[in-house]
């Protein structure tokens, strides 16, 4: 039974019409009524308050691919027997319309139907638990699950029932029993029918041709000689379906041949394509393209398909190159040149593969070409000259060309290449290019710094080490590994490492030597020393030189105390943050010398790790430098007066020849200090406090000012700032939240307690010593009214880091490479001066960063006497620096003369880094400790 493409159109129409009963209602309201009666049977579900009336039922088509959306009624187009899966019924409750409300666990009966007739050919079926739409049989119904639906499939009639070239429009239709009022156990229908069309065409049969990216015909141009896989030709039926066993498809061409295939053709398959390639011929004509006819055909049955496709072959320009090498235009006699590369090109078609090179070097000379030197080919074996290979696969054939020995001048040679093949259409075509060939010249000895300092880029004091490095090169600069360097030097020693009082020996496989030079003992001016190397290289004596600068030690800088902190202070009342130091002038902390301190009007009390020691006046220096105290102004005072603290270096020990003998130097230092009857002071922070850079990091400052009989005084104060530290910092202060510029005085009241009015804080943004300075204004005049002062002082600093993000050490530990053993020539111990650097992490140096220096592993050699690191520790100066010394050992009994041992000496800083608030990074240097020769 079949029906006509025209009944589509009249049979959708009634869908519509039956769908208008899919919101329930009683069955009068229904067009066609075997389409919306209810039966008498009941649902199930707890779904309170639900009834036919105002429920929904619908039928929902597959998901169509191409759009992502499902297929609406009467759009979607089957194939008879076929089975289609992805078809949804689904149960609502439409009380609320705006928001539906899936209905679970009601029965729904599933039909097909032919007009109004249920049709029993076809069958909505519920898939199986796998998924699967069943062979046969199958459920015709399921219960809703938790979103209201039911999945079904669609199982079309056989082509029996639907002729060629004809369709058949069929109704799936779903329904559900609902309750007819809420709490009845009188039910009603509740349906939805969906349109789907079978249809059965005519099966014919086509075939087409492309190219290998979907070109049409015409499209497609392939050089002569040339092949292009790719090609399809596509075997299509208008069912889709193509007959068992898949057909053969013939292939010829008008020139040329079918490749990547049989000669033939060949079977599609299962798609109905075909692939196939196309060999060029060549064209009659070396100026015009020719076109090439591809045809392809098959019979299916008793019916015969054929398809042409034309494409153009062109005969194209082949051109013959030689690449030399980077660099190898030319060469020294006896040299092999490698990578020479030969290739023949097609334009616009690639490399030609498969077509033999003939190459030849040769000195032309009136016209004739004399071969010189031979071709090595990379893989193995020397192939003469000339020469005729194959190219290889990838179109390029590479050579190596060696060039004639012992030439006695410089020599032209000619390299030429051609290549001739009718079975790629390649006619012939040659190449050529030149290459300079030179007489060896001659070697050198060369002398740089270990570093690869050029001669007179290094420096030497007395008893230091410097390393050389001697390479020797021959005339083409090539390193000469094995050749017997001797060494000698105009003043002071050379010394090959690991061979004690050796003076020659050969360089290694790298051409090099190296080799240590040992500077005089004395010094007495600044002078150079010329160190010689001397050779053979190819047969040539060769010598070389480098010129060292020999620099006098500079006398110890002279030591110099200086006395810092609050200039004003209160009778009876303890006044800190008052420190001794005593630095050398180039900046350098003098550690454990006895400094003796005193006061007049006053006592003084000396603080020891910041812990003050009663009745002690009496401390040796940190490894800063530094001894902290605090002055009590004498308690009878009743006048304003002044406090003379005075500090002196204590007699008898090694520093006071030096303070007496020099006359730069300052051992003894007074201060003077203000003892107001009133108390004017900053009771925080405490002299020296140290805070992290930054605005965010402001330091809070703390004032009082009282009378002698304690009463408070609300005056206003004038507060300045200034700035000691590394680079150009921002800094000043902060009165609320209102940054001050660092040249601007501020006034600030205080209240009836005597403190401030309004919070103050001072900041920096670099590392630095900022002190603050608080002077007495009586009635907030323009100027300061009286003689009160008050200072404070903060010490900012940065925060430390391993290494910047650009990569550079933030941390950096300088030390000599080599060091010789105590005692120098004049009996006294030696020193090597140690620097650690310390910058942030924009490089910028850290000022005040605290650092120590330690030996983290001790000398390697056992008798070691008297090593040590002095200063232990200190701040870095404004550029970040921060120096101390390695006092060398002498060895009991003492080393064997040359015998070397090595130290590791570690500098570290101790800071803020992110949330650390006590990180620590260190750099490590390994000095090597020499026994000189004598």
Request: with cysteine; net charge negative; charged share 15%.
């Amino acid at each position: 039974m079949t029906l006509k493409a025209s009944l589509r159109a009249v049979l959708l129409a009634l869908v519509g019409l039956v769908s208008g009963c899919g919101g329930g209602g009683d069955s009068g309201s229904c067009l066609i009524t075997d389409f919306c009666d209810g039966g008498s049977s009941s649902g199930g579900g707890t779904n309170s308050g639900v009834t036919a009336a105002k429920s929904r039922l619908r039928v929902l088509g597959p998901i169509n691919e191409s759009t992502g959306d499902r297929y609406g009624s009467g759009q979607l187009v089957v194939a008879p027997s076929s089975r289609t899966i992805g078809f949804v019924a689904r149960l609502e409750d439409i009380r609320n319309t705006n928001n539906p409300r899936p209905l679970a666990g009601y029965d729904v009966n599933l039909d097909v139907l032919l007009s109004d007739t249920l049709y029993t050919r076809a069958r909505s079926v519920v898939l199986s638990s796998d998924g699967v739409c069943p062979a046969s049989g199958g459920a015709r119904g399921a219960t809703t699950n938790a979103d209201g639906e039911v999945t079904f499939c669609f199982v079309a009639p056989s082509t029996t029932e639907v002729s060629a070239g004809d369709e058949i429009a069929l109704s799936l239709r779903a329904t559900a029993m609902l309750p007819t009022a809420v709490g009845s156990t009188t039910t009603q229908a509740v349906r939805q029918v969906y349109t789907v069309i079978v249809e059965n065409p005519s099966n014919t049969y086509s075939l087409s041709i492309a190219g290998p990216n979907g070109e049409p015909t015409d499209a497609v141009t392939i050089g002569a000689g040339e092949t292009l896989n790719g090609f399809t030709a596509t075997l299509e039926s208008e069912t889709g379906v193509l007959p068992t066993p898949r057909p053969f498809v013939r292939l010829v061409s008008s020139l040329g041949d079918i490749v990547s295939t049989t000669a033939s053709g060949g079977t599609v398959n299962s798609a109905g394509v075909l692939t196939f390639g196309y060999q060029a011929g060549c064209p009659e004509s070396t100026t015009t393209e020719e076109v090439v006819t591809l045809t392809a055909s098959a019979t299916i049955g008793d019916q015969a398909v054929e398809q042409e496709y034309n494409l153009n072959v062109a005969r194209r320009t082949t051109t013959l190159s030689i690449v030399l090498p980077s660099g190898g235009s030319s060469m020294y006699s006896g040299d092999t040149l490698q990578g020479l590369n030969y290739r023949l090109v097609r334009t616009g078609g690639g490399s030609v593969t498969g077509t033999p090179i003939t190459v030849q070097a040769a000195v032309v000379t009136n016209g004739i070409s004399t071969p010189v030197g031979s071709f090595i080919e990379p893989v193995s074996g020397d192939f003469g000259n000339p020469l005729t290979l194959p190219a290889p696969s990838t179109g390029t054939l590479v050579l190596n060309y060696q060039a004639e020995s012992g030439l006695r001048s410089n020599q032209t040679v000619t390299l030429t290449a051609g290549a001739s093949d009718d079975t790629t259409c390649i006619r012939s075509t040659a190449a050529s290019k030149t290459l300079q060939v030179q007489q060896k010249g001659t070697g050198s000895l060369v002398l740089l710094g270990d570093s690869g300092e050029p001669s007179g880029g290094l420096s030497l004091g007395q008893d230091e080490i410097g390393s050389l490095v001697v390479r020797a090169l021959d005339g083409r600069g090539n390193a000469v590994p094995s050749v017997a360097i001797t060494m000698s030097a105009s003043t002071g020693t050379v010394e090959i490492p690991g061979s004690p009082g050796a003076t020659t020996a050969t360089t290694g496989a790298d051409g090099s030597l190296l080799v240590d030079y040992l500077a005089p003992s004395t010094i007495a001016e600044e002078s150079s020393a010329t160190v010689t190397a001397s050779g053979t290289v190819d047969g040539r004596a060769l010598t070389g030189s480098y010129k060292i600068l020999l620099i006098p030690p500079t006398p110890p800088s002279a030591p110099v105390l200086s006395l810092s902190g609050p200039s004003e202070a209160s009778p009876g009342a303890e006044r800190t943050g008052y420190l001794a130091r005593l630095l050398r002038l180039d900046g350098t902390a003098v550690e454990g010398v006895t400094l003796n301190l005193s006061a007049t009007n006053g006592t003084v009390t000396v603080y020891e790790s910041g812990t003050p020691r009663p009745g002690i006046s009496s401390l040796a220096t940190d490894a800063t430098g530094k001894v902290a105290f605090s002055l009590t102004p004498s308690s009878s005072i009743s006048a304003d007066a002044t406090a003379v603290v005075t500090g002196t270096v204590a007699s008898g020990q090694a520093v006071s020849a030096e303070c007496s003998s020099n006359a730069d130097a300052v051992c003894t230092r007074s201060s003077n200090v203000t003892v107001r009857q009133d108390s004017f002071e900053f009771t925080a922070p405490a002299y020296g406090t140290a805070v992290p850079v930054g605005s965010v990091n402001a330091q809070a400052l703390s004032f009082a000012w009282k009378t002698t009989e304690g009463g408070s005084v609300a005056e206003c104060i004038d507060l300045s700032v200034s700035f000691t530290g590394a680079g150009d910092a921002s800094y000043g202060l902060i009165v609320g939240s209102d940054p001050t510029p660092q040249t601007q005085k501020r006034r600030a009241q205080l209240n009836a307690s005597g403190a401030f009015s309004t919070p103050i804080s001072v900041y920096s943004d670099r590392s630095g010593f900022l002190e603050i300075t608080a002077r007495e204004n009586r009635g907030c005049a323009a100027t300061a009214s009286g003689p009160l002062t008050a200072t404070t002082g903060v010490q900012f600093f940065d925060e430390v880091c391993g290494t910047t993000s650009d990569g550079r050490n933030c941390i950096d530990l300088g030390a000599p490479v080599r060091v010789f053993t105590s005692p120098d020539s004049s009996g006294a111990q030696r020193a090597a001066t140690l620097t650690l650097d310390v910058r942030n992490n924009a490089y910028q140096p850290i000022d005040g960063a605290q650092v120590s220096f330690t030996i983290t592993s001790p000398v390697s050699c056992a008798g070691a006497l008297n090593e040590r690191v002095f200063p232990g520790g200190g701040t870095t100066n404004a550029n970040g620096t921060a120096t101390s010394q390695y006092f060398v050992p002498n060895f009991s009994p003492q080393l064997a003369d040359g015998t070397s041992c090595e130290v590791e000496i570690q500098g570290c800083v101790r800071g803020r880094s992110g949330s650390d608030p006590d990180a620590v990074f260190c750099s490590t240097r390994t000095i090597i400790v020499q026994q000189p020769t004598p």
